[in-house]
């Protein structure tokens, strides 16, 4: 039902987009094992913290300009075959140079897997510059500071990822003032492996445009109405939230109710294979779950559309598909 719905998502992390056959496919190229992190066709994990170990062990396997651009390739191709339009997709400088690689050729890798794609599909893709929260603020910083010489066309926002539980959003403010200085969008992950307090702090120190994740918000009704009237977009990942157990199944998940309190709500697949996930089957299990119709569903793509950070022009043309 959900095959014909014009997709788009907002938030994948491309090193978490590596399927473990590419792992293993890396691997052999590399002689590495990767027993540690994958097991058959899937990765081994059981919290947040061995998920992070799993996916900076794939990260790890992908170290030449060559290799990103197959990677990009590889995922946007896979999701255009389920009608995605559009995709953005974090980037973590921090990943490639502990993989030995430049971060201009991790861009100019990243970029052309993305032209690939975009000629033999037509899917649109954008690039967020992520730091990585657990590896402290000055890295943050530098990452910030990196984004904000504007080192290639693709790269469009700015945002934080890892482990949320890691110091105070205020550390990190610093950065954020950089990034959108420069006149990138701006997100953060927040309202995942902590609660309402740091959806709070996300908004009141970083002033995000959208929030990654957000749904534990949900504890907090005033902070969810705050949310509704200022606007502020969700990527919400439901695969990735009950992979991490946040929730117990998806009737308990809080997208629809979300919805229904007025907040914009986006769909996500964050990381798609550790979470036996893809964008179709994000929309695929809303859809399931909570009866969305074909129009209800092109209108979380829309909603995506008009929260990405892009040009005029392409949004225009991206919205245009829709009709
Ligand atoms: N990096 C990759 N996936 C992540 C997630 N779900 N939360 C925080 N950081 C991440
Ligand atoms: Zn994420």
Redesign the pocket.
């Known amino acids: 039902m959900t095959g014909n719905v014009k997709k788009a998502e907002l938030h994948c992390?491309i090193e978490?987009a590596a399927s473990p056959e590419l792992v293993r496919q890396q691997a052999r190229k590399y002689g590495a094992d990767v027993s540690g992190f994958i097991s058959g066709d899937s990765y081994i994990w059981s919290d947040?913290t061995e998920?992070?170990v799993a996916?900076d062990g794939a990260a790890a396997l992908f170290r030449s300009q060559d290799d990103y651009a197959l990677l990009a390739r590889t995922y946007l191709e896979g999701i255009a075959a389920e009608n995605a339009i559009y995709s953005e997709i974090?980037v973590s400088p921090d990943h490639a140079v502990a993989a030995g690689l430049s971060p201009s050729a991790y861009f100019d890798g990243l970029a052309e897997g993305i032209a690939q794609a975009k000629a033999s599909t037509g899917i649109e893709c954008r690039m967020i510059i992520v730091g990585i929260r657990h590896l402290g603020a000055e890295k943050v910083e530098a990452a910030a500071r990196l984004a904000s010489t504007r080192p290639h066309p693709l790269i469009t926002g700015f945002g934080m990822?890892?482990?949320?539980r890691f110091g105070k959003v205020a550390d990190f403010a610093g950065a954020f003032d950089i990034a959108r200085d420069a006149g990138l969008g701006i997100t953060i992950?927040a309202g995942?492996?902590a609660g309402p307090d740091s959806v709070r702090d996300a908004l009141d120190h970083v002033r995000p445009s959208r929030i990654?994740?957000g749904v534990r918000a949900t504890e907090d009704e005033a902070l969810v109405r705050r949310i509704a009237d200022e606007g502020v977009v969700l990527e919400v990942?439901p695969g990735?939230n009950l992979a991490?157990k946040l929730y117990p199944d998806i009737s308990r998940h809080p997208f629809d109710r979300l919805r229904r309190a007025g907040v914009k709500v986006t769909l996500s697949s964050?990381?798609p294979p550790h979470f036996a996930s893809s964008i179709g089957r994000e929309y695929q299990m809303v859809a399931d779950a909570w009866g969305y119709d074909a129009a209800e569903l092109t209108g979380f793509t829309r909603t995506s559309l008009e929260a990405a950070f892009i040009d005029e022009p392409t949004r225009a043309i991206l919205l245009g598909q829709l009709d």
């Open positions: 992390h978490g947040f998920f992070l996916y974090f990822a890892g482990e949320e992950h995942e492996l990654g994740h990942c990735s991490l964050d990381d």
